[in-house]
């Protein structure tokens, strides 16, 4: 049974910094592409960045460049998003979601439950 389960959540001030984590289970990691998709407060999901089955290709929304960087453990079998210089437009429920195929643009069909950030003074 595919798992994903997301946790590293909180609460931090405007510039700080976060790691989550997605620990996955039923799967390897390292076959398929998994993205980051998060949902603000009253607002629709919007995709935040994405892997590829091999871990050498990245891509992220431009909002997020420079700031956001998706990477993963195929040990651990985790995926992970650290969060630099963070925006209290950040403010959201994250979530991994594992694609169907090796790039991230591959159709998401399994998600976890996601974690929650709130960026705040």
């Known amino acids: 049974e595919v798992q994903l389960v997301e946790s590293g959540g909180g609460l931090v001030q405007p510039g700080g910094s976060l790691r989550l984590s997605c620990a996955a289970s039923?799967?390897?990691?390292?076959?398929?592409?998994m993205n980051w998709v998060r949902q603000a407060p009253g607002k629709g999901l919007e995709w935040v960045s994405g892997?590829?089955?091999?871990?050498?290709?990245?891509t992220s929304v431009d909002s997020v460049k420079g700031r956001l960087t998706i990477s993963r453990d195929s040990a651990r079998n985790t995926l992970y998003l650290q969060m630099n210089s963070m925006k209290p437009e950040d403010t959201a429920v994250y979530y991994c979601?594992?694609?169907?195929?090796?790039?991230w643009g591959d159709g998401m069909n399994y998600w976890g439950k996601g974690t929650l950030v709130t960026v705040s003074s």
């Open positions: 979601a594992k694609v169907r195929g090796i790039w």
């Open positions: 039923g799967f390897t990691l390292s076959n398929y592409g």
């Open positions: 892997i590829n089955s091999g871990g050498d290709r990245l």
